[in-house]
């Protein structure tokens, strides 16, 4: 693995010398690499681009095999040769435990019987909370929702290995993060039916859940542009400095945006500790991956903005845990972005409002959901280390059952948010056009109220 | 000729009387729920060079910044003869003291740093502050927009510079669809103290992508504040209210207006972000207008008065929301309006007020309002075809003839 020149990794250090003060202060000193080496890729590329080993040799420079042009030097070729559009052979994808949860790697970061328990209940209540909001939305008491079954390792193995510090700037499908971080089921369920308990106090589709408290950044319905926040984000923590990384979640279509594009491309120049962690799940609704692009998934880009990048097994709860690990700690100590990209499948639709049987065999879905059940998979794993028993699971699921369903009845009862919900918060206090609409809104609703929704308070 | 669109618009009908009772401006909420939104801060450092330290702090509430006469430069609240600087001087000016003032203010822009910005009014704070917090980006205006929102949510408080306004078109979504909604539907959770900033309106043949005029497109936007700075006065100091503002603010320049000179106090002042401001005190008609279209109505007003016209002219700076206290006093007073915008016919900022004072003051009209704006085209690049475009004194003077007869 080579590039084909010399790169200065820091071209900012020649400002830094005029400030040395506000550089201490503002950069912090890159530690030793404590992760392994990256050898988990390989690649090929063709003889003639194939950068030498000679590339010191080029300093002492008479060599007519060089030129310094703006971005560093290039070594000369005689070869018209292109770089294929494609490597020979994809990028590995990390993997820790088989299909049936026996470790096939000695390579990961080891986790506890205390850490892989609350893990594997948290994949648990996530899966549960999923189907039974689904139901409850077919059943016309939700209006909305997007489940993430097929994804709980990523959810739930990728919050593990954060810290509260960190900072998560969700697309949508990643509920199972704020899980993990103390959300309670009553907490989802009052911000789905959108009642005065609720967060965003009822502003919000379904789903679209926020937390200051929890560092979660409140889910938009727009597609990618958590990234260039998540990266902003970063830099206010690099600037900061504080011992924390800002983590961005979205999916395969995402990175079609012209936001992916900029945001890691930024992320790379600024040197910002931000984890861009691409959810591969085959699906952008119904746009198969290979509608959405030509390249070997997402891990190839990273190389191309300058980022360093890893492509793990999604539903492997023990590659995510130990990539989002290492990845968590390259980025702040190194001050840099990583690109994780995760491979799964979205065995469910797309949202509620999709029926993904009308793009994809049926056998499929199943298949994935059955045999590929990420849940399913670690739940072998922490059995055969003697933590987790059939018994303990029968209790966990009923539990969780009866707790999700009391939650839903209870969101359900709950008052909404009052008319004055409708004006605050657009600024920090209301102008004056505003309070003027809301008198003549209430005004309207009082000579009105047959044609206004009678579980609406107005005070 | 008369080259630039102007239209009467007819009273409206539709509003019922007891309607119109509700809109009568006596106060002005907004300002007294706000602790200390406009002051004047008395500085013993010399502001020019260290504006670290200030010891005594004496807090007065000033609610109108003004300039009362149409000549004089600038209103010196004190009797310090103050400093004179150029208006993107004074904006540098404004953005130093508040980067000293609270080290979370940084700037994120294009060539913004060594540089020192297309326009120089971020010159020399890179040296002064560092490569982190006057940020150079490439040129992707959505993503260092979302940058920007992402940061403020984490506590920092950017001003972002677009090299050009129009180039914030490509922004649009991010500012549309997260800074002016993300502290709305997280249910006051997180916060965007952006400044959003660059010059705008239409210059000298920058040709037609380079002369637009975006707050017409980004008026309608809920969640946002729109001022345009016309003098080095109003620019420093709306800058700085700018930066102190917990909601997102979007401050409009313009490019022709970047080499005024003018004197200003040498104390630490900030600006109402919502107060119009009174260029001329008149009895005959109400010129309301902002940024460039100023200098052009003030050129009007000089031959009106010698024609012996009394007209009122108001800079009404804040776009959103309209200061409509201001306003409806003086349509309450001389009951015409004329106003005078660079913005396009349709959807402009002309247009948004003359539905706004329409709805509010129509019972204080003796005439429709007429509305002078550019017409409904891209700008031409000849600088004869340009100068068509634009509203020009002459047109302003004609149309008050015809309205006060």
Same mark, same amino acid.
């Given at each position: ?26 950069? @912090? ?25 000679? &590339? ?110 960190? &900072? ?7 509920? =199972? ?283 | ?26 106060? @002005?909420?907004?300002?007294?729920? @706000? ?244 260029? @001329?005190? =008149? ?24 024609? =012996? ?62 509305? &002078? ?29 015809? &309205?006060?007869?």
């Amino acid at each position: 693995m080579g590039f084909l020149g010399t790169i200065n990794p820091s071209s900012w250090s020649s400002y830094f010398t005029h400030n040395h003060a506000s550089w201490c202060k503002y950069i @912090r000193y890159p530690t030793s690499i404590s992760c392994k080496q990256p050898t988990l890729f390989t690649s090929h590329r063709f003889k003639s681009v194939k950068p030498e080993n000679q &590339l010191d040799s080029m300093h002492n420079g008479n060599d007519a095999q060089v030129l310094n042009f703006p971005g560093g030097m290039v070594k000369f070729t005689p070869d018209l040769k292109f770089m294929s559009e494609s490597l020979e052979e994809r990028i590995h994808c990390y993997r820790v435990l088989d299909d049936f949860g026996q470790p096939i790697s000695n390579d990961f970061v080891q986790i506890d019987e205390e850490m892989a328990v609350k893990m594997y209940k948290d994949m648990v209540t996530l899966q549960i909370m999923d189907t039974i909001f689904y139901e409850a939305q077919r059943q016309g008491r939700l209006s909305f929702y997007v489940t993430a079954i097929g994804e709980e390792a990523i959810n739930i193995a990728s919050a593990a290995a954060l810290h509260m510090d960190d &900072l998560v700037f969700p697309q949508y499908r990643e509920a =199972g993060v704020l899980l993990w971080r103390g959300f309670t089921l009553q907490e989802f369920a009052n911000q789905c039916f959108g009642n005065k308990y609720d967060n965003g106090k009822g502003r919000q589709m379904p789903i679209h859940y926020g937390s200051n408290k929890h560092n979660y950044f409140t889910v938009a319905s727009t597609v990618a542009t958590q990234l260039p926040h998540a990266v902003g984000a970063a830099y206010a923590l690099k600037m900061d400095g504080r011992d924390a990384c800002t983590i961005t979640y979205f999916g395969d279509g995402g990175t079609s945006t012209g936001d992916f594009h900029a945001a890691l491309n930024f992320a790379a120049v600024m040197e910002a500790p931000v984890i861009f962690f691409c959810r591969n799940n085959g699906w952008a609704i119904s746009t198969p991956v290979a509608d959405q692009f030509r390249s070997d998934g997402i891990v190839v880009r990273g190389q191309a903005y300058g980022v360093r990048s890893i492509r793990v097994d999604g539903n492997d709860a023990l590659a995510v845990y130990s990539a989002v690990h290492e990845a968590r700690k390259m980025a702040i100590s190194e001050c840099r972005p990583v690109l994780i990209e995760a491979l799964t499948y979205r065995a469910g639709h797309h949202s509620t409002s999709d029926d993904s049987s009308k793009y994809r065999p049926v056998e499929e879905i199943e298949w994935w959901r059955v045999a590929r059940d990420p849940v399913t998979r670690f739940r072998n794993w922490i059995e055969r280390e003697g933590w987790w028993s059939a018994h303990a699971e029968s209790e966990l699921r009923n539990s969780i059952r009866k707790q999700v369903l009391h939650a839903i009845q209870n969101a359900e009862k709950v008052e909404k948010p009052t008319v004055r919900e409708i004006f605050t918060d657009v600024y920090d206090v209301p102008p004056s056009n505003l309070s003027d609409q809301e008198i003549s809104l209430r005004e309207t609703i009082e000579r009105h109220p047959q044609d206004y929704p009678p579980d609406c308070p107005t005070s | 000729m008369a080259a630039a669109v102007t239209q009467g618009i007819g009273a409206t009908a539709a509003l019922s009387s007891a309607n119109s009772n509700k809109f009568q401006f006596t106060t @002005r909420r907004s300002l007294s729920e @706000r602790k200390g939104s406009s002051f004047v801060i008395r500085s013993d450092g010399n502001p020019r060079v260290d504006l670290n330290q200030h010891s005594n702090r004496t807090r007065q509430l000033v609610t109108n910044a003004v300039s009362t006469k149409p000549d004089s430069a600038s209103a010196s609240t004190v009797s310090k003869p103050g400093h004179e600087l150029l208006l993107f001087e004074a904006l540098r000016e404004g953005l130093e003291e508040e980067m000293d003032r609270d080290p979370h203010v940084c700037v994120i822009g294009e060539d913004v740093g060594h540089y020192g910005g297309s326009y120089k009014v971020t010159k020399g704070l890179a040296d002064k502050y560092g490569d982190l917090r006057v940020l150079d980006t490439p040129i992707a205006e959505n993503s260092f927009t979302g940058m920007a929102i992402g940061a403020a949510m984490t506590g920092l408080r950017p001003v972002v510079e677009g090299m050009n306004m129009g180039f914030l078109l490509l922004a649009f979504n991010q500012i549309s669809n997260n800074c002016g909604m993300l502290h709305y539907t997280s249910g006051g959770q997180f916060k965007i103290p952006v400044v959003i900033r660059g010059p705008g309106g239409v210059g000298r043949q920058l040709g037609a992508e380079h002369s637009q005029r975006l707050e017409s497109y980004f008026q309608s936007i809920p969640g946002i504040q729109m001022v345009a700075c016309s003098t080095a006065y109003n620019a420093k100091g709306l800058m700085k209210a700018a930066i102190r503002s917990e909601n997102p603010v979007i401050l409009f320049e313009h490019v022709l207006l970047y080499n005024l000179k003018e004197r200003i106090p040498d104390e630490e002042y900030v600006l109402n972000l919502e107060e119009a401001e009174m260029v @001329r005190p =008149g009895e005959h008609v109400t010129i309301l207008t902002y940024s460039r279209m100023r200098y052009h109505v003030m050129q009007a007003a000089k031959t009106l008065v010698n024609k =012996g016209y009394d007209p009122e002219v108001i800079d009404i700076r804040s776009l959103k929301p309209f200061d409509l206290y201001t306003i409806g006093n003086s349509v309450k007073k001389t009951h015409r309006v004329i106003i005078v915008e660079e913005c396009m016919r349709t959807g402009g900022i002309g247009a948004s007020l003359t539905a706004s004072i329409n709805e509010n003051f129509h019972d204080y009209l003796d005439a429709p309002i007429v509305c &002078l704006s550019s017409q409904d085209v891209p700008t031409p690049y000849a600088a004869s075809l340009e100068e068509w475009t634009v509203v020009q004194p002459a047109q302003i003077v004609a149309a008050v003839e015809q &309205l006060c007869q």
